[in-house]
Protein backbone atom coordinates (compact mmCIF):
# COMPACT_ATOMS: atom_id res chain seq x y z
CA UNK A 1 0.00 0.00 0.00
CA UNK A 2 1.45 3.75 -0.99
CA UNK A 3 -0.47 6.73 0.81
CA UNK A 4 0.35 10.15 -1.69
CA UNK A 5 -0.04 13.24 0.06
CA UNK A 6 -0.25 16.46 -2.89
CA UNK A 7 0.97 20.07 -1.67
CA UNK A 8 1.61 23.14 -3.06
CA UNK A 9 -1.19 24.04 -5.40
CA UNK A 10 -3.18 27.66 -4.96
CA UNK A 11 -3.98 30.60 -6.72
CA UNK A 12 -1.86 32.17 -8.98
CA UNK A 13 -1.70 34.41 -12.07
CA UNK A 14 -1.54 34.15 -15.38
CA UNK A 15 2.59 33.42 -16.41
CA UNK A 16 3.18 32.74 -12.69
CA UNK A 17 4.63 29.29 -11.32
CA UNK A 18 3.80 27.20 -8.64
CA UNK A 19 5.99 23.65 -7.52
CA UNK A 20 3.72 20.60 -6.91
CA UNK A 21 4.96 17.88 -4.30
CA UNK A 22 3.87 14.55 -3.73
CA UNK A 23 5.20 13.17 -0.39
CA UNK A 24 4.97 8.79 -0.59
CA UNK A 25 4.80 6.48 2.51
CA UNK A 26 5.47 2.96 2.05
CA UNK A 27 8.61 0.88 0.78
CA UNK A 28 9.68 0.19 -2.77
CA UNK A 29 9.20 4.21 -4.17
CA UNK A 30 11.72 4.18 -6.37
CA UNK A 31 9.92 1.30 -8.47
CA UNK A 32 7.08 3.05 -9.29
CA UNK A 33 6.27 5.56 -12.30
CA UNK A 34 4.94 8.59 -10.77
CA UNK A 35 2.63 10.47 -12.52
CA UNK A 36 0.39 13.81 -12.40
CA UNK A 37 -2.87 14.02 -13.59
CA UNK A 38 -5.02 17.23 -14.17
CA UNK A 39 -8.89 17.10 -14.22
CA UNK A 40 -10.53 20.53 -14.99
CA UNK A 41 -14.12 21.86 -14.41
CA UNK A 42 -16.23 19.53 -15.98
CA UNK A 43 -13.52 17.47 -17.69
CA UNK A 44 -12.20 14.09 -17.66
CA UNK A 45 -8.98 13.28 -15.89
CA UNK A 46 -6.09 13.78 -18.18
CA UNK A 47 -2.11 12.95 -17.70
CA UNK A 48 -0.33 15.89 -17.34
CA UNK A 49 3.60 14.51 -17.02
CA UNK A 50 4.81 10.99 -15.76
CA UNK A 51 8.35 9.88 -14.89
CA UNK A 52 9.39 5.87 -14.90
CA UNK A 53 11.23 4.91 -11.97
CA UNK A 54 14.64 5.19 -14.58
CA UNK A 55 13.63 8.64 -14.70
CA UNK A 56 12.16 8.65 -18.40
CA UNK A 57 9.58 11.28 -18.92
CA UNK A 58 6.70 12.08 -20.83
CA UNK A 59 4.48 14.55 -21.34
CA UNK A 60 0.53 16.11 -22.09
CA UNK A 61 1.48 18.54 -25.14
CA UNK A 62 -0.08 21.09 -24.06
CA UNK A 63 2.89 21.66 -20.66
CA UNK A 64 5.76 20.16 -22.99
CA UNK A 65 8.41 22.83 -22.24
CA UNK A 66 6.71 24.60 -19.33
CA UNK A 67 6.02 21.75 -16.37
CA UNK A 68 9.03 19.65 -15.83
CA UNK A 69 8.19 16.57 -13.63
CA UNK A 70 11.14 15.07 -11.17
CA UNK A 71 11.40 13.05 -8.52
CA UNK A 72 13.69 12.62 -5.42
CA UNK A 73 13.92 8.53 -4.49
CA UNK A 74 15.66 9.20 -0.99
CA UNK A 75 12.97 11.79 -0.23
CA UNK A 76 9.90 9.56 -1.32
CA UNK A 77 9.07 12.50 -3.06
CA UNK A 78 7.62 13.69 -6.84
CA UNK A 79 7.67 17.14 -8.12
CA UNK A 80 5.83 19.16 -10.69
CA UNK A 81 7.23 22.48 -11.47
CA UNK A 82 4.58 24.58 -12.73
CA UNK A 83 5.79 27.61 -14.95
CA UNK A 84 4.07 30.13 -17.45
CA UNK A 85 0.73 28.84 -16.15
CA UNK A 86 -2.08 29.63 -18.01
CA UNK A 87 -6.02 29.96 -16.89
CA UNK A 88 -6.63 26.36 -18.53
CA UNK A 89 -4.11 24.71 -16.57
CA UNK A 90 -6.68 25.28 -13.33
CA UNK A 91 -7.59 22.10 -12.02
CA UNK A 92 -7.25 19.50 -9.43
CA UNK A 93 -4.16 17.78 -9.97
CA UNK A 94 -3.08 14.31 -8.96
CA UNK A 95 -0.36 11.94 -7.90
CA UNK A 96 -0.57 8.43 -9.12
CA UNK A 97 1.92 5.78 -8.33
CA UNK A 98 1.76 2.42 -10.56
CA UNK A 99 3.72 -0.48 -10.60
CA UNK A 100 0.89 -2.64 -12.82
CA UNK A 101 -2.82 -3.11 -12.15
CA UNK A 102 -2.66 -4.13 -9.02
CA UNK A 103 -0.37 -1.42 -7.65
CA UNK A 104 -2.03 1.64 -8.56
CA UNK A 105 -2.55 4.82 -5.99
CA UNK A 106 -3.71 8.24 -6.14
CA UNK A 107 -3.20 11.27 -3.73
CA UNK A 108 -6.36 13.09 -3.13
CA UNK A 109 -5.39 15.79 -5.28
CA UNK A 110 -4.39 19.45 -5.14
CA UNK A 111 -5.96 22.59 -6.25
CA UNK A 112 -4.49 24.97 -8.62
CA UNK A 113 -6.20 27.97 -10.10
CA UNK A 114 -4.92 30.04 -12.52
CA UNK A 115 -6.62 33.78 -12.57
CA UNK A 116 -6.00 37.72 -12.44
Known sequence: QVQL???GGG??????SLRLSCAASGSMFSIYT???YRQGPGKQRDLVARI??????????????RFPISR??????VYLQMNSLKPE???VY????NAGRRFDFWGQ??????SS
Open 72 to 77: DNAKNT
Open 52 to 65: TSGGSTNYADSVKG
Open 5 to 7: VES
Open 94 to 97: YCNA
Open 11 to 16: LVQPGG
Open 34 to 36: MGW
Open 89 to 91: DTG
Open 109 to 114: GTQVTV
